[in-house]
């Protein structure tokens, strides 16, 4: 039904102005404006092609998993380049992670090394190397 459509991911943000700095600077990413006034949003550009569609909410929550994941050749130079693009990545209980922030030897059949940080928003991004 759907094999011949085009089809994108969506989230939301609280500020569009904020969300096209970071994704556009910070990740490096094509961002396009689309659409005005109350009806403005985003468009991201991920490597490889997919879009992501992104929205403003009023009454946005952040989401309480990780909505993008970017593989990586080298964990360490991803998580140095964007500590100087200014972002600061997250600590969780259950997850052992060294002095930058990086869980090393996910486990069996798991990533080498993965990191997770947030965009202005809240909302939880991830960086991973697996091979």
Avoid: C
Wanted: cysteine-free; hydrophobic content about 40%; overall charge negative.
């Amino acid at each position: 039904m759907f094999g011949e459509t085009t089809a994108y991911g969506s989230f939301s943000v609280d500020d569009l102005d904020a969300a096209r700095r970071f994704y556009g600077y910070a990740l490096g990413l094509t961002v396009e404006d689309a659409g005005t006034g109350d009806m403005r949003m985003l468009f991201l550009t991920l490597p490889g092609g997919a879009r992501v569609f992104v929205y403003p909410k009023e009454d946005h929550a952040p989401a309480s998993f990780t909505i993008l994941n970017f593989e990586v050749e080298d964990i360490d130079r991803a998580v140095d380049d964007l500590t100087a693009r200014g972002a600061v990545f997250e600590r969780y209980p259950g997850f052992d992670a060294d002095g930058k922030g990086i869980v090393r030897n996910a486990g069996e059949g798991g990533p080498r090394g993965i990191a997770w940080f947030t965009d202005p928003a809240g909302n939880v991004i991830a960086v991973m190397q697996t091979g």
